[in-house]
């Protein structure tokens, strides 16, 4: 896991660098993506944003990570049957471990894609730019409460 305070502090310079505002609302969404414990979806985000900004919406709350994906500080894991996750704190591709039960995704610390990568470039000649590797499986704590 990158440092949160680090990520934090990435986000809301690049953020300025495009003459964005951090709002107080926008730094909160920031905090929590920062972080991106378990990949947050939106919804998740929202509900944890809401106690302190009542008037925020989910819209807004949609936008802002749509922003930070725009600009790159941000990874979308898009699924076609539940909500989109999203990872601030890694904000480039990297592989998945998803529990089917829970939902929680985490990030298995793997040294062998890169190796994969350049495996792959250097059979089909391809200049490789993005990847996307999901493991699914049921996570330790599901296992325990089966
Ligand atoms: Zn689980
Ligand atoms: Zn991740």
């Known amino acids: 896991m990158c440092d949160p305070q680090v990520r ?4 809301i310079k690049k953020l300025k660098e495009l003459n964005f505002r951090v709002t107080p609302q926008r730094l909160a969404v920031l905090k929590i993506l920062a972080k991106s414990e378990g990949h947050p ?3 998740n985000i929202f509900k944890q944003v809401k106690p302190n900004f009542p008037t925020t919406s989910l819209a807004t709350i949609y936008k802002t990570v749509n922003l930070l994906k725009q600009i790159g ?9 539940e909500s989109n996750r999203y990872d601030g704190n890694k904000p480039y591709p990297h592989p998945h471990l998803i529990c089917t039960e829970c939902k ?5 610390d793997v040294a062998t894609v890169t190796e ?7 059979k ?3 200049k490789i730019v993005n ?6 499986g049921i996570c330790p704590r599901c296992q325990s409460n089966s």
């Open 8 to 11: 934090l502090e990435t986000m």
């Open 41 to 43: 979806s939106v919804e």
């Open 73 to 81: 500080e941000v990874v979308e894991l898009d699924f076609s049957e």
């Open 104 to 108: 929680t995704i985490v990030d298995p």
């Open 116 to 122: 994969l990568s350049r495996e792959l470039a250097n």
């Open 124 to 126: 089909t000649g391809y």
């Open 131 to 136: 990847h996307r590797l999901d493991f699914f």
